[in-house]
Structure formats: structure tokens, C-alpha cells
Nanobody, 123 residues
């Protein structure tokens, strides 16, 4: 059974940093795309970044470039999201997800989801 478990969220002041982790288990993820999404109150879930589990190739939408960095540690089955220069508008629940697709930038492409971790950025 696939499990994705996020951790590392919390309360941080604007301008601060956080690193989120996602522990993945239950299958071999070679060939999978792993992603981070976020959902702010009253808003749709938003794509943040993706990484190829096998190659490490990453992709960010333009709105996420520059402050967020996705990475993974295959040996430990962990994925990370480093978030710098955080802003109050980054406040959201952050989810990690796994997709069997080569490129996966929409919610419907992801089969597996974590439960989410809350990130709150105070002004």
C-alpha cells in the first residue's frame, strides 16, 4: 500500500524558510513523477513543483520559480520542498503526490496523495 507522509510544516515569519519532507513507501517509485501541491483556504489546489524520481529532472510553473526547490533522496525514499523568502500568500496546506506519468502537472495525473502539512506565514 502506497503511503506518502508529509512533515516539516509550521508557522514562520515572512522572509523565513521551511523545508518540507515527504516520506514515500509501499512501492518502487522508479519511473514515477513526484509532485508538490498546495491549497489555500477557499482556493483550488495549486501545482507547485514536480521531480522525476528516476532522473531528478525538475519542473516549476513560472509562479513558483526562484523561491522553491524540489529535490529527492532515492536511497531514503524522501522528497523535499525547500521554501525560501516565504510570503503570507504562501500560507496553505502543502501536499505531496505521486504520478505514474512522465510529466505530471495536473491533479488528475496523480494517483497517490499525502494528508498534507500546514504552512502558515505571518506578516
Amino acid at each position: 500500500q502506497v503511503q506518502l507522509v508529509e512533515s516539516g510544516g509550521g508557522l514562520v515569519q515572512a522572509g523565513g524558510s521551511l523545508r518540507l519532507s515527504c516520506a514515500a513507501s509501499g512501492r518502487v517509485f522508479d519511473g514515477y513523477t513526484m509532485g508538490w501541491f498546495r491549497q489555500a483556504p477557499g482556493k483550488d489546489r495549486e501545482f507547485v513543483a514536480e521531480i522525476s524520481w528516476s532522473s531528478g529532472i525538475t519542473y516549476y510553473p513560472d509562479s513558483m520559480k526562484g523561491r522553491f526547490t524540489i529535490s529527492r533522496d532515492n536511497a531514503r525514499n524522501l522528497m523535499y520542498l525547500q521554501m525560501n523568502s516565504l510570503k503570507p500568500e504562501d500560507t496553505a496546506v502543502y501536499y505531496c503526490a505521486a504520478s505514474p506519468s512522465v510529466f505530471a502537472r495536473t491533479l488528475s495525473q496523480y494517483n497517490y496523495w499525502g494528508q498534507g502539512t500546514q504552512v502558515t506565514v505571518s506578516s
